[in-house]
């Protein structure tokens, strides 16, 4: 049964062994050119360019597989370099934009004269009711709860809590805040007081006085908290058509009170800094 089933394989590997032989015969014995050899290898060169394109490709296919294994291993490589100076970069990037806000920060004190103490904020809520922030600065650093609070260009709140290690920041748009100002134009005063998404509502200001939207507005300097001249806002809004003796107003702050990171606390006046300078020496 076996005989029957594969005696068409077995008779061709029986012809081929058989040329196989001769040929091996005739290289050995004969030095010339037979008949019998050229139908030998007439017969085998078939067979031997199949044998050599099957080895062909299994070594190419070979060489591909090596190809592109270090191929693969080079791209590992390159993406893992990539990711690495991706993170680089992104890290200058940060360092650079904070050096940049540190810079207009520090650049408070040339423009006002005080003392100030640099603080990153920690913490933020700015819900419907509370619009405050907390800073990594207290009592050991020299704070004390009503000290003004900066960014550039201006003013942003006070200090209402202040712990040993850090301090709460009542922003200037939170209801409960309260600030003393006038309008820089006009020397026209009011009060400032928070409205939340809207700024700040100046009010007590009458209809009589002279305010337009952009006016300048500044702290008034008629409280002992906020020294003269801070700068606030200004005006986005004026309605002289409401009923009541006093104009409705708008402020919009300076300063973005949703991304400040790093904030200046006016510790003191210039000169109460150079008369305790003064008494240290």
Same mark, same amino acid.
């Given at each position: 049964?076996?005989?029957?089933?594969?005696?068409?394989?077995?008779?061709?590997?029986?012809?081929? &062994?058989? &040329?196989?032989?001769?040929?091996?015969?005739?290289?050995?014995?004969?030095?010339?050119?037979?008949?019998?050899?050229?139908?030998?290898?007439?017969?085998?060169?078939?067979?031997?360019?199949?044998?050599?394109?099957?080895?062909?490709?299994?070594?190419? &296919?070979?060489?591909?597989?090596?190809?592109?294994?270090?191929?693969?291993?080079?791209?590992?490589?390159?993406?893992?370099?990539?990711?690495?100076?991706?993170?680089?970069?992104?890290?200058?990037?940060?360092?650079?934009?904070?050096?940049?806000?540190?810079?207009?920060?520090?650049?408070?004190?040339?423009?006002?004269?005080?003392?100030?103490?640099?603080?990153?904020?920690?913490?933020?809520?700015?819900?419907?009711?509370?619009?405050?922030?907390?800073?990594?600065?207290?009592?050991?650093?020299?704070?004390?709860?009503?000290?003004?609070?900066?960014?550039?260009?201006?003013?942003?709140?006070?200090?209402?809590?202040?712990?040993?290690?850090?301090?709460?920041?009542?922003?200037?748009?939170?209801?409960?805040?309260?600030?003393?100002?006038?309008?820089?134009?006009?020397?026209?005063?009011?009060?400032?007081?928070?409205?939340?998404?809207?700024?700040?509502?100046?009010?007590?200001?009458?209809?009589?006085?002279?305010?337009?939207?952009?006016?300048?507005?500044?702290?008034?300097?008629?409280?002992?908290?906020?020294?003269?001249?801070?700068?606030?806002?200004?005006?986005?809004?004026?309605?002289?058509?409401?009923?009541?003796?006093?104009?409705?107003?708008?402020?919009?702050?300076?300063?973005?009170?949703?991304?400040?990171?790093?904030?200046?606390?006016? &510790?003191?006046?210039?000169?109460?800094?150079?008369?305790?300078?003064?008494?240290?020496?």
């Amino acid at each position: 049964m076996f005989l029957k089933n594969y005696r068409t394989v077995i008779l061709a590997g029986a012809i081929i &062994a058989a &040329a196989l032989l001769l040929l091996s015969y005739n290289l050995r014995y004969d030095a010339g050119t037979s008949v019998l050899k050229n139908m030998v290898l007439e017969a085998a060169a078939p067979f031997q360019k199949v044998f050599n394109a099957s080895v062909a490709g299994v070594e190419n &296919a070979w060489k591909r597989y090596i190809h592109l294994v270090g191929l693969e291993e080079d791209n590992r490589k390159l993406k893992s370099k990539i990711a690495a100076l991706q993170e680089e970069l992104i890290l200058y990037k940060e360092g650079n934009l904070e050096a940049q806000r540190l810079t207009k920060l520090l650049s408070l004190q040339d423009v006002y004269p005080h003392r100030f103490i640099a603080a990153r904020v920690i913490g933020k809520e700015l819900s419907v009711v509370s619009k405050t922030l907390w800073i990594d600065k207290g009592k050991t650093h020299g704070l004390k709860p009503g000290m003004p609070v900066l960014v550039s260009p201006g003013l942003i709140g006070r200090l209402t809590d202040v712990s040993w290690h850090s301090s709460k920041v009542l922003l200037l748009i939170d209801e409960n805040s309260n600030v003393d100002v006038l309008i820089q134009r006009t020397r026209v005063q009011g009060i400032a007081r928070g409205a939340g998404s809207l700024g700040c509502a100046l009010r007590y200001v009458p209809k009589i006085q002279d305010v337009k939207e952009g006016d300048v507005v500044v702290t008034s300097g008629m409280s002992n908290i906020f020294p003269k001249g801070l700068l606030v806002g200004k005006v986005s809004y004026v309605n002289r058509m409401d009923t009541g003796l006093f104009l409705k107003i708008h402020v919009a702050p300076f300063a973005d009170l949703t991304s400040v990171e790093e904030v200046m606390v006016l &510790a003191a006046e210039q000169q109460e800094s150079d008369q305790r300078k003064m008494n240290e020496e």
